[in-house]
């Protein structure tokens, strides 16, 4: 059984370079489990477009408790 889910809405901007590596700044969110995949890529590239560095990426991570 899942216990205490919750979502983090990573947003990675790219910084700058090293060598061929991109090197990046990220902001971490903590939203609601419940929403759609749809509406956090809008909600963060509505967040990377308030930056001044360009957006490199952007990931959802759902973590949860198990229990019997």
Request: net charge negative.
């Amino acid at each position: 059984m899942r216990k205490n889910p919750t979502t983090t809405l990573k947003i990675a901007c790219e910084c700058g370079y090293d060598y061929d590596r991109v090197i990046c700044k990220n902001i971490n969110l903590t939203v609601n489990p419940e929403a759609a995949d749809d509406d956090l890529l809008l909600a963060a590239k509505t967040i990377a477009g308030l930056q001044t560095l360009p957006l490199h990426g952007v990931e959802r991570l759902d973590m949860c408790d198990l229990a019997e």
